[in-house]
Every structure is written in C-alpha cells, then in structure tokens.
C-alpha cells in the first residue's frame, strides 16, 4: 500500500469513529437527560438569542477588518474567539438567571471548581501562544467557573435569608 492509500484509510476510519462516537452519544445520552422546568426553557432560549445576536455583530465587525495584516495572521484565532464569546454571553445569562444547570443536575459545586481549574490549566498551559484556541477555551471555562461558583454563594446567601 503506498502512502496515500493509508492516510486514506486513517481519514476514513477516523470518519467511522466520531461518527459512531456521535450516534452512541445521541442515543445512549439519552436515558439520563437534563430536567428545564418551562421557566428555565424560556431563560435558556433568550441566552441563545443575546448568545446569536453577539455572534452575528461579531461577525459583521471581524468582515469589515478582513483586510489587515493582524486578521491574515490570526484570523482563525479571531473568529473563535467571537464564536467562543458568544458561547459566554450565553452561559453567563444562563447561570445569571438560574437556568445554566438543570434541576436534576448533581455536583453543580464540583464542576464549578473542575471548569475553574480546567481554565486555568489551558491558559497557563498556552499562555505565549496568542493562535491557541485552547487559550481562548481557558478563558471561556474560567469564566464560567468563576460566575457559577458566586451565583452558587449568592443563592446560599439568599437562603439564609
């Protein structure tokens, strides 16, 4: 077999595993899904509205500086990063307005800390590599962690209230 061949091989028995990874996750995912009460449902979907609407102005300002030298350099980084911030306006509304996690979800306090810890690691690990989408992912999971963890001490406030 020549070189071809076997890389050709590889992509399309890469192909065959993400795509059974993906129907294993659709299907067996399934059994044990998120609990959204109605107004949870309502929160989440307007999240998704401020999170689509970030992404689209996003968008439209990274178009009209497509041009310059810094957006040929980095521009993957640029676009991900408006993508990964959407995804933040998102989730931070989310958690804000109590409908990040579902009301059957356990060990909210524990992966709080684990996005905390992730995000650190991934910045500290990429921190002199301005293209690294890890980085940007660093920043999005610190960021989460950091705003589920107080929303979680404000509601414990509250409830001593």
Avoid at 91 to 98: A, E, F, K, T
Avoid at 114 to 135: H, M, P, T
């Amino acid at each position: 077999m020549s070189k071809f061949e076997i890389l050709k091989l590889m992509a399309f028995a890469s192909l065959f595993a993400v795509m059974t990874f993906i129907l294993v996750v659709v299907f067996v995912g399934n059994r044990r899904a998120a609990k959204y009460d109605e107004r949870q449902e309502l929160i989440r979907g307007r999240g998704d509205r401020y999170g689509f609407l970030v992404l689209i102005v996003g968008e439209v300002i990274s178009a009209l500086f497509m041009q310059t030298d810094f957006y040929t350099k980095h521009g993957i980084a640029v676009n991900f990063a408006i993508i990964m911030l959407s995804l933040t306006v998102m989730s931070v509304y989310d958690i804000v307005h109590g409908a990040y996690f579902a009301f059957n979800e356990e060990h909210v306090k524990a992966n709080s800390w684990l996005y905390v810890v992730l995000g650190i690691c991934l910045i500290l690990g990429y921190i002199d590599d301005f293209n690294s989408a890890l980085n940007i992912m660093g920043i999005y999971w610190l960021i989460i962690g950091v705003v589920s963890l107080f929303q979680l001490h404000r509601d414990k406030e509250s409830d001593k209230d």
